[in-house]
């Protein structure tokens, strides 16, 4: 994208008429961004980790500020690969009175009409939204408007939710740009007053589905404003796929022979873990497989007790959390990746979930649902099973899958190779690189 500079980014100068026979080059600062996210670092969240990791190589100077710190026992060794500084906002805004009062203080002196411009317009959300978590936004923008250093020219936003609230206030209090990333639960659950609000300021705004982007352009005066970004998977981090032809191939006919079923998911409504374990039971007795579970969420008891009157406790394992390099081990290990995905009752719901596409880099067919962007990576029938999210419906196609090795063996390549024919990081980072930039001229 770019023929000169080692910062990756697009040369904006030009050199004076005496140095032009010279050729001498003049030394350009790095675009330098404030990222808002919602907590850092999150083991959930490794779409984020790979596109900060991306930025930070094409030589994007970053500063993170969360809203939240983190609760994960385990990182990612990718977030060892950030160098940005992290800085943590108050999480609540009790907790740090004395920093939110000095905050305050300082724009009252140094920024007095953009505190009074966006203490008006957030007293206009207050209005529609009258809760806590407004006012803790608002706290939180307050900190970040007054600690962020002065040479920063830009907010970019992850999660048009709560963290595009903090970053949008911040932005109008300093006078500067800002612009977010939408992925999933925030675009399904934010209020469409808000989402148009927000379209309206933003410079720009990225979304990882095509479902997602069609839905935002649909709700902003400036449809050019929204850019579809798949995160893609960037495939330097993962392995080669296992040669699985060399092992014979496990298709529950016994119990040596049992078929392992891997899922990587929290335990969260969205990812119909409840319909999965209820399609489990509805399988022939005589066939043998076993699931494995990488995960935590608010569900685990509930979907325990389940397991247990189901009668399928002996044949689950449940590993909790993991970092990416168990996860990896264990996609190399499965026989058969399963997300049964649904639209949770408050609406929210996954985008594109990147565990897809890191089981298909390591050649594994995948059983999923017809569910918000999943039919943008899997067509059904050609790169995976897609079914309608029910019970009788899951269960026919595991039963399918798991005896019927070739059938997986053909899936699982097709996935292999439209990930690396289409689903690749580069050109979204490329695309978002320029946005950025800008953005933030």
Not at 45 to 59: K, M, N, P, V
Not at 95 to 120: F, N, S, Y
Not at 347 to 365: C, F, K, W, Y
Request: proline fraction near 6%; aromatic fraction near 6%; glycine fraction near 8%.
């Amino acid at each position: 994208m770019t023929d000169g500079g080692t910062d990756g980014r697009t040369p904006s100068h030009r050199y004076p008429a005496d140095m032009q026979s010279k050729a001498v080059p003049l030394k350009i600062a790095p675009l330098k961004i404030a990222v808002v996210v919602k907590g850092y670092p999150r083991l959930s969240e490794t779409f984020i980790a790979q596109e900060l990791l991306a930025l930070q190589q094409r030589g994007i100077d970053l500063a993170i500020w969360s809203l939240r710190h983190p609760t994960d026992s385990r990182r990612h060794a990718l977030h060892d690969r950030i160098t940005a500084p992290v800085h943590y906002l108050p999480e609540y805004l009790r907790d740090e009175p004395r920093r939110v009062l000095q905050a305050l203080g300082r724009l009252i002196l140094r920024h007095p009409a953009g505190l009074a411009r966006t203490a008006a317009a957030w007293l206009r959300d207050l209005m529609r939204d009258r809760t806590a978590n407004r006012g803790r936004r608002f706290g939180q923008a307050l900190v970040l408007a007054a600690e962020l250093p002065a040479d920063i020219p830009f907010l970019y936003a992850h999660f048009l939710h709560t963290p595009a609230s903090v970053g949008r206030y911040a932005a109008s209090i300093r006078g500067i740009g800002w612009g977010f990333s939408a992925h999933a639960k925030d675009i399904w659950t934010t209020p469409e007053w808000e989402k148009r609000e927000k379209l309206a300021d933003a410079r720009f705004g990225a979304t990882c589905t095509a479902v997602g982007a069609a839905h935002l352009r649909g709700l902003a005066a400036d449809p050019a404003r929204i850019d579809l970004v798949y995160h893609g998977l960037d495939l330097s981090r993962f392995p080669d796929p296992p040669d699985r032809a060399t092992v014979p191939p496990r298709d529950g006919s016994t119990s040596e022979r049992a078929v392992e079923i891997l899922s990587v998911g929290r335990l969260v409504e969205k990812k119909g873990y409840d319909r999965l374990l209820d399609a489990l039971a509805m399988l022939p007795d005589g066939l043998h497989w076993r699931l494995v579970h990488i995960g935590s969420g608010d569900l685990k008891q509930a979907l325990r007790a389940q397991a247990e009157r189901l009668g399928l406790s002996d044949r689950i394992e449940w590993r909790g959390a993991q970092d990416q390099a168990a996860v990896i081990a264990a996609l190399r290990h499965a026989d058969l990746f399963v997300l049964t995905s649904v639209v949770a009752g408050d609406g929210d719901r996954d985008g594109l979930p990147n565990v897809l596409m890191e089981a298909a880099s390591q050649r594994l067919a995948i059983l999923s649902t017809a569910v918000s962007a999943i039919p943008e990576f899997i067509t059904d029938g050609t790169h995976g099973l897609l079914t309608d999210g029910t019970p009788p419906a899951i269960a026919a196609a595991l039963e399918r899958l798991v005896t019927d090795p070739p059938l997986r063996s053909a899936l699982g390549e097709a996935a292999h190779g439209r990930l690396r024919a289409e689903f690749g990081m580069t050109a979204g980072i490329d695309r978002l690189v320029r946005r950025l930039e800008e953005a933030a001229a």
